[in-house]
């Protein structure tokens, strides 16, 4: 029996810097950005709340990166669902450098569109979901995964 794997992580951090988009030499866009998740807890013995936050590599392909280049703004917070890749490049001074990054799948605005919050302080959400391929899982079918297409934008 062959063993299967998985390579999925899902963040919820805030936008780092504004997304840079770009473009291959076929024209499709990529977006790429930082995103911050941060942990507290608790020390034993001090009994002082302690912070930890981690920066992450996220890069975006086709319309995702387009939605994405439109209307992520630094300090947005971000749910992301992708995979985790792992590649080398040289840099200009020829020295090797490594790099994770998170490939989006799926990602969600958690931040209220502005000025369309209602006064409960009620969030809006947009969502990506890839459209799935005949060699790839179906699509999600839950409200919250549905692909997004620019009249859904609640903004």
Do not use: C
């Amino acid at each position: 029996m062959a063993s299967k794997s998985l390579n999925k992580a899902m963040l919820i951090g805030h936008v780092g810097k504004d997304p840079e988009v770009r473009y291959t030499g076929a024209g499709k866009a990529v977006a790429s950005f930082t995103m911050a998740t941060s942990d507290s807890w608790k020390d034993k013995t001090s009994g002082e709340t302690m912070e930890k936050t981690d920066w992450h590599n996220i890069v975006a392909f086709e319309k995702a990166a387009e939605i994405i280049g439109e209307y992520v703004k630094k300090g947005k917070k971000m749910y992301i669902e992708g995979r985790i890749q792992n590649r080398s490049y040289d840099d200009k001074d020829g020295n090797k450098r490594y790099i994770s990054e998170i490939i989006v799948d799926q990602f969600l605005f958690l931040d209220s569109a502005a000025g369309s919050a209602s006064n409960s302080g009620e969030q809006r959400a947009s969502s990506y979901a890839k459209p799935a391929t005949s060699a790839s899982k179906p699509a999600p079918t839950h409200e919250y995964d549905s692909p997004v297409v620019e009249d859904d934008l609640p903004f």
